[in-house]
């Protein structure tokens, strides 16, 4: 099923960094599986890889080199690493969690697993982008993190951020109803 947490977990690898992010997505996946979670501990695996490979391409990239750039180039990594690494683990790790053969989830990885983690990863990356920058806003004006050592991002900057995460977004949204409709 889809989760919104991924947006809000990178927010916070961004904000603090890639090992930081492994530890909250390590830390809700934990409280997933102990709450509201009826996967357990396979479920709990699966959710913390999938975060980890979204989320780690993106904040070490904009670690390294904290742009708009580098950010879309991240977040464009992160989707391809969580669709290839979840299709292999899904591969892996599904027949003994559904109790399914193989074979069988071998015949799902192209048209179930490959659609799901894009859409998921295009929506959480649209979204990330989308809702970063006045959550940080909020963030520095309440004192909660240091101010910004950068200049401010020019309104063209700000404009072409909204406009991509949005095309994103919708693309993801459009796809999502295609696999439904068709699937």
Do not use: H
């Given at each position: ?47 913390f ?47 003994y ?34 809702i ?52």
């Amino acid at each position: 099923t889809y989760e919104p947490k991924d947006v809000v977990i990178l927010i916070g690898a961004f904000l603090l960094g890639p090992l930081e992010g492994v530890v909250i997505s390590g830390v809700v996946s934990l409280i997933e599986m102990v709450t509201i979670s009826s996967t357990g501990p396979i479920g709990m695996l699966m959710n913390f890889l999938a975060t980890c490979t979204f989320i780690l391409p993106a904040a070490f990239l904009y670690r390294k080199r904290r742009t708009l750039k580098s950010a879309v180039v991240g977040l464009i990594l992160g989707v391809v690493t969580l669709t290839a690494a979840m299709l292999l683990w899904n591969y892996l790790v599904t027949p003994y969690y559904l109790l399914i053969p193989r074979e069988t989830v071998k015949n799902m990885l192209l048209p179930v697993f490959l659609p799901f983690n894009l859409i998921k990863g295009g929506i959480n990356a649209a979204l990330t982008l989308l809702i970063y920058k006045p959550v940080v806003t909020v963030l520095r004006k309440t004192g909660m993190i240091p101010p910004s050592s950068q200049q401010e991002a020019q309104k063209d900057k700000k404009r072409f951020i909204y406009l991509f995460a949005s095309l994103l977004l919708i693309t993801c949204i459009v796809a999502l109803i295609l696999c439904q409709i068709l699937g």
